[in-house]
């Protein structure tokens, strides 16, 4: 399942990129951007600023959401006298909300998340390949791609057979089978490592440090490109001695050369609200680049080649 497809990017990965988002994440980042690529089940979304207080989306004749758990529930009125909603996504998982799809003429209401086959995927990435000169290509991301099973699998084959460039973005929050089969079909694995420490990994993520470390150590045995890519989070990992210890982790594997720093920033904030969310981190300011600088120097003491970014 898909929530996006951007075309023309030109970050994660070398050159013009085709983006593919895939929906469905282990994790639960506190400061994911992305929160609608976390569920593996379509969800809905409500800008309250495009909503024209139409009522399209209150009037199925056989409603499929009990009244005890209502998807969507009206709220009053606005100041303008428009209608005003609130979704709920808590129990989208249980029915069928692809009714909601294209109800809103205002789009105010959408539903995100979408099956998509691998030829229907790869069409869409066709229409770039053009572009895919000077190292660029396609870029799988999420959520987590390699927690798609054997979907992700025939679209890398379709991709590695037309010869694209392919890079995954990945937690590498997930089992090493599902890795394996992936390898020999990715170029470039753009792997997050967000914490060594056990505790501070699950406080933040609700996951397991020790997963991704193991993953990690069990790469040295293939011939991969991989780039480390770190989230500089506020009150996570921003400290020197908290990044010493995951550089010099990183330091111990002996086959990464690449760290991309990522500072943290509040974009996806206004998407929590659209889905009914609180929104996490909200006390936290962005990180600026110029406070990377000695993390940068230190990775490269160690003769990492590093940057911002990417």
């Not at 890795?179 to 699950?202: M, P, S, W």
Request: proline share 4%; charged share 25%.
């Amino acid at each position: 399942m898909i929530f996006n497809i951007q075309r023309f990017s030109t970050h994660d990965g070398q050159g013009i990129r085709t983006m593919v988002f895939f929906k469905g994440c282990p994790l639960r980042c506190l400061w994911c951007s992305n929160p609608e690529s976390q569920s593996f089940v379509p969800e809905l979304m409500y800008d309250a600023g495009r909503c024209q207080g139409f009522g399209d989306c209150l009037k199925f004749d056989e409603p499929i959401f009990t009244p005890a758990n209502p998807v969507i529930s009206q709220t009053g009125q606005s100041a303008t006298s428009k209608r005003q909603i609130r979704i709920s996504n808590s129990h989208t998982a249980l029915y069928d909300i692809s009714k909601y799809r294209d109800i809103c003429a205002s789009r105010a209401l959408t539903v995100t998340g979408e099956e998509k086959s691998a030829d229907e995927i790869v069409e869409i990435i066709e229409k770039d390949s053009q572009f895919y000169s000077n190292g660029g290509g396609v870029t799988l991301s999420g959520g987590e791609p390699l927690s798609q099973g054997e979907n992700l699998t025939i679209l890398l084959t379709t991709l590695k057979r037309k010869k694209y460039n392919v890079a995954v973005e990945t937690s590498l929050h997930v089992k090493w089978h599902e890795i394996e089969r992936c390898i020999g079909l990715v170029d470039t694995f753009l792997a997050d490592l967000k914490h060594t420490d056990q505790k501070k990994f699950n406080e933040f993520t609700g996951g397991s440090a020790k997963l991704v470390k193991r993953n990690l150590h069990k790469f040295a045995a293939y011939d991969v490109n991989l780039i480390i890519r770190i989230p500089v989070i506020p009150s996570f990992n921003h400290t020197m001695p908290e990044m010493k210890g995951i550089l010099d982790f990183v330091n111990s594997l002996n086959y990464v050369r690449e760290i991309h720093f990522l500072p943290y920033h509040s974009f996806g904030s206004e998407k929590y609200v659209m889905m009914g969310k609180e929104i996490p981190l909200v006390d936290k300011k962005p990180v600026k680049e110029s406070e990377l600088n000695e993390y940068i120097d230190y990775a490269a003491t160690l003769g990492f080649s590093a940057k911002i970014g990417g």
